[in-house]
């Protein structure tokens, strides 16, 4: 990118929106001689701000993008702030906390860990089980018996919030309650679902990751989408990558990630391919859709080319794009009215 066009792209970003000298676009521009307008970077919600700045130091490192990712997605694990992501993650029905991530990289490589207990990386364990085993996915007693033998230390994720929030939770339980549901985590104001981080390098090689702790309150035992190669995330480095947030159960109704992406292979844009997997994934679950105001799904894409979409059943998704020299959070499309 030219000098001219950093500085009107710097101008016209909007509210929290980072500078580029912050994201060191500018670095970065100089190891890629201006050639390329990498890396690219985008992510779910508003803490994908932060996972897009991590992520995208790191390639302006010369870190490739599989790197990248698992560096983006470990911080929003690390933040005990985020209610929803590894340490300090709500907990299930038992007040256990359990972990859902999965990783892929643009030669197909791909791991995942499901009800991972006690760790607080999981997506550091999913790259483990990607890099260290024969197998794509682990979960419960065995992801954590894995981890421990690869090194990893256990902790506990619960935090004195975490608990908290399960005492409230419990103690407004009614005998008629079924608390499994989105409008478990209504109270968590900002702190939204999963962290879900696409990248594409100078290189132009294509990465994602995901991890979350999962519904709140879910049964014991409960994997979501995000270890779900193909539903939580899907990566095909010729053509493009998504992830996805929201409820897991719908998502992996369609396998919308890999749906997203089949759509970018068939010609469609990474908006217009989002756009694909959120109209079926209305039109499957068009009952619940009237009966559950919170029934939300969304996911984002990234081309091998760069360029980057995200689309929504419901209004409120948010997501943050890493792109030109800026970082800055959008609000995504929506395309259920009711
Ligand atoms: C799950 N999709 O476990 C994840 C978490 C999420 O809104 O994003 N919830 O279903």
Not at 83 to 111: H, K, Y
Not at 132 to 141: C, D, F, N, P, T
Request: overall charge neutral.
């Amino acid at each position: 990118m030219r000098r001219r066009e950093f500085i009107r792209d710097s101008g016209v970003i909007g509210v929290g929106a980072y500078t580029a000298s912050k994201l060191g676009f500018l670095k970065l521009d100089q190891i890629t001689g201006g050639k390329m307008d990498t890396p690219v970077v985008i992510s779910t919600w508003n803490f994908g701000m932060k996972a897009n700045e991590v992520a995208w130091k790191a390639m302006s490192s010369g870190a490739n993008s599989l790197d990248a990712v698992e560096q983006g997605v470990r911080t929003i694990e690390d933040d005990p702030e985020i209610m929803s992501v590894g340490f300090g993650g709500l907990p299930d029905e038992q007040m256990d906390v359990t972990l859902d991530a999965s990783i892929m990289d643009w030669r197909g490589n791909c791991g995942a860990v499901g009800a991972l207990p006690k760790i607080k990386n999981a997506v550091s364990v999913a790259r483990t089980v990607m890099e260290r085993s024969e197998h794509v996915m682990l979960a419960g007693e065995g992801a954590y018996k894995f981890a421990l033998a690869q090194g990893f230390k256990p902790i506990d994720l619960l935090t004195d919030k975490s608990r908290e929030a399960w005492l409230r939770w419990r103690e407004s339980l009614g005998p008629n309650n079924n608390w499994l549901g989105p409008h478990s985590m209504d109270d968590l104001g900002d702190n939204h679902d999963t962290i879900g981080l696409l990248a594409l390098d100078t290189k132009g090689h294509l990465s994602g990751a995901v991890s979350t702790s999962g519904l709140a309150w879910k049964i014991h035992g409960r994997v979501g989408d995000s270890p779900i190669i193909g539903a939580g995330l899907y990566v095909d480095g010729k053509v493009g990558a998504a992830a996805s947030t929201g409820v897991g159960e719908a998502n992996m109704r369609i396998v919308g990630s890999h749906l997203v992406v089949q759509s970018m292979k068939a010609g469609a844009s990474p908006q217009d391919a989002c756009e694909i997997a959120i109209r079926r994934a209305i039109e499957v679950h068009s009952k619940i859709l009237k009966k559950d105001k919170s029934f939300q799904l969304a996911y984002i894409g990234l081309s091998a080319k760069g360029e980057v979409g995200g689309a929504a059943i419901r209004k409120g998704f948010q997501y943050a794009i890493g792109k030109n020299g800026t970082n800055k959070l959008v609000d995504s499309k929506y395309l259920y009215i009711g």
